[in-house]
């Protein structure tokens, strides 16, 4: 019974942070989301729902944006997985009769039917099973069904063959109905704690001036508050109404200093947060990757970076200390410190995700030095060959993979630099924004020093370092010359291994 009781006040506390984490953004003048909902959509399908500004909601796959999204809750005291069956059993969600597709099926029926663009997302701390056929036609960003891989195969002798099946015969749909309700179904990871749901509530909370709660302190009021209002029949809320409740409570501070301006850019969607929500403009170049694979290689150079430079560039015009928010992969990282170089006399703060959610920025840390350097190690491959590669391994061992690389596909590399922490690369070797700026420097002399810019030959770039390490590697990339970026195959869907994207600066 303790456990039971665990497990339901975790749940609700779990509901109530999530539902903070986009009704907050109500009092952010800036964000599309006009209308939250708490236990009042459709019936069975009803914990949070989020209604956003035509034309300005998150996109889904098929290039368009989601006017609204209806998500499900679960939480679970133990790690866990799931698959297509789980879906169609009412004991996954500890029910009697109805399973959590047919209570999707029946939410699409009465809110998803009208042609506007209705998500249906399942939000839960286990995570689809990698050995499921689920997990291959889900996209592994969003999170949503890719219906052109469930409908990959004519009959339903396959693996996708044997999800239709189960799910037309569970829903009594024939193909074209089980499309259509597809098409609006996510399934997104909570990969966060509760105690990290509540640091990201604080940032929030001070960003648009609602009162924070101290971390040291055991009670969060907020999850409790949602539910006295649920008590009194306040389920759904607009922007006015939110505040005028948020002004009730005592809820709104003012803090006597300006909000920051935040600026996003994308290549990837967060499963939970989206950056449209909180930034008061973003660069969306989702559409233009099928998962994290471009869909054409000469787009980054065409494309993609002469967008990002006038994005950026834009941004700082309009502020001299400028926040950024970097969903996006390394290649786009390192070129937007690249158009942000030190020599354009912007301070930029980067929100670091991993592995807590942070702000660095390259004056975040007075000390001297903010921490401990890079050791270099240099493997000489060929000492007949003109060109230099670059391993920066903040996070993780790459050394064998790009060796692998440099000896299949790089003729022309003769020696390798690999730039790694003391001891063992991991995600916490890289303390703050100024100890990412003071590496990517030292990177950037010790490569000028070796005659690389000079010799006008190309440096290669590999990185496996957080974003905000390689946006200042891009600050310093006037030191390197001429620079090659690669991007590792992470989900396997290329052979584990790199691929060149973009080079720098583009002729």
């Known amino acids: 019974m303790t456990q039971a009781n665990t497990a339901r006040r975790q749940g609700d506390d779990f509901q109530a942070r999530q539902f903070w984490l986009r009704a907050g953004r109500l009092l952010d003048k800036g964000s599309p989301i006009r209308r939250v909902g708490f236990e009042s959509g459709p019936r069975s399908y009803d914990d949070i729902w989020v209604e956003y500004d035509r034309g300005l909601g998150p996109r889904t796959l098929n290039g368009g944006t989601l006017l609204r999204e209806h998500i499900q809750c679960k939480w679970h005291l133990t790690p866990g997985s799931y698959g297509y069956q789980q879906l169609i059993d009412p004991d996954f969600i500890n029910a009697e009769t109805r399973s959590l597709l047919q209570r999707a099926h029946g939410a699409h029926l009465t809110h998803g039917a009208s042609g506007n663009a209705v998500q249906f997302s399942l939000l839960t701390n286990w995570h689809a099973d990698r050995n499921d056929a689920l997990r291959s036609i ?106 005028r ?19 996003g850019v994308k290549s990837f969607a967060h499963p939970v947060d989206q950056l449209e929500d909180r930034c008061v403009r973003v660069l969306d170049f989702v559409p233009d990757f099928d998962e994290r694979y471009i869909r054409d290689e000469v787009d980054w150079a065409s494309k993609l970076y002469p967008q990002l430079k006038t994005f950026l560039l834009g941004a700082a015009r309009e502020t001299e200390r400028l926040r950024l928010v970097l969903d996006a992969h390394v290649t786009l990282a390192f070129a937007a410190g690249s158009v942000l170089h030190t020599k354009i006399g912007r301070v930029v703060e980067l929100e ?155 002729s």
């Open 138 to 243: 889900m996209g592994t960003q969003s999170g949503a069904i890719r219906v052109e891989r469930l409908f990959n195969t004519r009959t339903d002798n396959s693996k996708t063959g044997a999800v239709r099946k189960a799910w037309r015969e569970h829903l009594s749909l024939d193909d074209e109905g089980l499309r259509q309700f597809a098409g609006t179904l996510a399934f997104r990871a909570a990969n966060d704690s509760l105690d990290d749901y509540r640091d990201q509530l604080d940032i929030l909370f001070g960003l648009v001036g609602l009162r924070r709660s101290p971390p040291h302190e055991s009670s969060f009021p907020y999850d409790d508050l949602i539910y006295k209002w649920l008590g009194q029949g306040r389920t759904e809320f607009d922007r006015a109404s939110f505040r």
């Open 245 to 263: 409740l948020c002004e009730e409570e005592g809820l709104l501070v003012n803090s006597g200093t300006p909000r920051p301006i935040v600026y």
């Open 352 to 506: 670091q995700r991993s592995p807590t959610r942070q702000l660095w920025a390259e004056d975040d840390c007075t000390s001297s030095p903010a921490g401990p350097p890079f050791e270099l190690k240099e493997v000489v491959i060929d000492a007949r060959r003109p060109e230099t590669a670059v391993a920066v391994a903040a996070t993780h061992d790459i050394t064998a993979d790009v060796t692998s690389y440099i000896e299949r596909s790089l003729p022309q590399v003769g020696r390798l630099l690999v730039f790694a922490p003391a001891g063992r690369p991991g995600p916490n070797s890289v303390l703050n924004g100024r100890h990412a700026f003071e590496l990517a420097g030292s990177v950037a002399v010790e490569v000028k020093a070796r005659g690389c810019a000079a010799s006008g030959e190309t440096t290669h770039l590999f990185v496996a370092a957080p974003n905000g390490l390689t946006f200042h590697l891009g600050r310093h990339q006037l030191l390197m010359g001429r620079v090659r970026l690669y991007e590792f195959d992470f989900d396997g869907g290329q052979e584990r291994s790199y691929k060149p994207s973009l080079t720098l600066p583009v």
